[in-house]
């Protein structure tokens, strides 16, 4: 009898995990749902020329784009430097509006606006970039043409990316997007830098195959 009640007991508690497990997942889609929903709503507006939806699009994605600003320019910039670039940024965004995608997510454009203007800034007072390559082999530079390009490589390495290890993925992120150095990864995350190097170039490689497979193929290797 006792056995009994344990065992029902134990499948009890089993199927209350997994029914917490299902509301999670659901509560979790249908928020990324309202998300994407909002998001397509703001880009209309956008393009619609809403001064009220660029004030909401530099409300929730300012500081996302400070933060990318800040990191790949590194020490030798100053706060206001990140400030201006990220003022730049939703200024091109503005500009451009027209030519926003509702179907796509707006945050990699985001990003390929601030990179690209960032790069724009080092070179101009002629600094080494922070992250090497920063991609160099799989993005491109300048025009806004190329950032609408870079916007659709950058969804595509999203999802490539999420095919790779959580470790793999983060460290990415953390070098590419955000700009931080190997070292401050490293120590951050509990490995050694060449341990690090060498993960970063490993999912580079994949990802450099995986955009291939998709049709954006690159000379360097």
């Not at 926003?100 to 960032?118: Q, V």
């Not at 999203?158 to 790779?164: F, I, N, T, V, Y």
Request: with cysteine; aromatic share 10%; net charge positive.
């Amino acid at each position: 009898m006792q056995r009994l009640s344990a065992h029902t007991g134990s499948f009890f508690v089993f199927v209350c995990y997994l029914f917490q497990k299902c509301v999670y997942i659901l509560v979790k889609a249908k928020r990324q749902e309202v998300e994407s929903l909002n998001e397509k709503h703001l880009i209309t507006k956008l393009k619609k020329r809403s001064q009220k939806a660029l004030d909401q699009l530099i409300s929730s994605y300012s500081a996302y784009v400070y933060t990318i600003a800040r990191n790949i320019l590194g020490g030798a910039f100053t706060a206001e430097d990140a400030e201006e670039i990220t003022s730049d940024v939703f200024f091109r965004i503005w500009q451009t509006a027209d030519s926003l995608d509702e179907s796509r997510s707006i945050s990699p454009y985001l990003a390929a606006c601030t990179r690209n203007c960032a790069i724009n800034k080092l070179r101009s007072k002629g600094k080494d970039m922070q992250c090497g390559e920063l991609m160099e082999d799989i993005l491109s530079c300048g025009s806004i043409e190329n950032d609408m390009e870079n916007a659709e490589k950058l969804e595509l390495i999203s999802d490539g990316l999420e095919r790779l290890s959580k470790q793999d993925k983060e460290i990415f992120i953390r070098f590419y997007y955000y700009g931080e150095r190997l070292a401050a990864i490293s120590g951050k995350m509990g490995i050694t830098e060449n341990a690090c190097k060498t993960r970063l170039s490993r999912t580079r490689k994949k990802l450099r195959e995986y955009l291939a497979e998709r049709g954006y193929k690159n000379e360097k290797k």
